[in-house]
């Protein structure tokens, strides 16, 4: 971990607040060509009704647009969470050479967790990965998220009866 790294997973963890005011899960992404960031993206499964709305997915088709070409050979991807089978897939499929995560996802996790997508040998593309880059901060902000959801949840059932009514 460089303080490179350091510095652009902060910028995915302001993208991932960007999802966390939406009432999304709160996941962020960059990705940086020649140290500069060419896209940004945030969790809006929700908000946008698709299951393609990660931050990886949106970052990468943001990221060819900019570069003019699928191939995002040249480029680093920072992801605030482990990504799922679909983005690491993405992941391998634009040819991204380095994947630098915050925090693991052992219940879905595609870089080590559950599966190891971004460095299977069957494959003909591999990524160099580097994990656990600010993982205490990009764990709290998904604790603390998961957290208030089911304090909400608990509130309404307290509120409405939980499916029980007096007659």
């Not at 003909?124 to 205490?136: A, F, I």
């Not at 902000?141 to 007096?166: A, D, I």
Request: aromatic fraction near 6%; hydrophobic fraction near 35%; include cysteine.
């Amino acid at each position: 971990m460089n303080e490179q790294d350091i510095k652009y997973m902060k910028e995915a963890l302001k993208q991932a607040k960007k999802a966390r005011l939406l009432r999304e899960v709160p996941i962020g992404c960059v990705i940086v060509y020649q140290d500069k960031i060419i896209a940004r993206g945030y969790n809006r499964r929700n908000t946008d009704k698709t299951t393609l709305g990660h931050a990886e997915i949106t970052a990468i088709k943001k990221a060819s647009k900019v570069l003019n070409d699928w191939r995002l050979e040249d480029c680093t991807i920072y992801i605030t969470l482990e990504p799922c089978q679909m983005c690491a897939g993405a992941i391998v499929q634009a040819r991204i050479p380095r994947v630098v995560i915050g925090s693991m996802n052992p219940k879905a996790g595609c870089a080590g967790s559950v599966l190891n997508i971004l460095q299977m040998e069957q494959f003909n593309h591999r990524c160099e990965v580097t994990r656990g880059v600010l993982e205490e901060t990009c764990s709290d902000m998904l604790t603390s998220f998961f957290k208030e959801l089911r304090l909400e949840k608990e509130q309404q059932k307290k509120l409405y009866g939980g499916g029980h009514r007096e007659t």
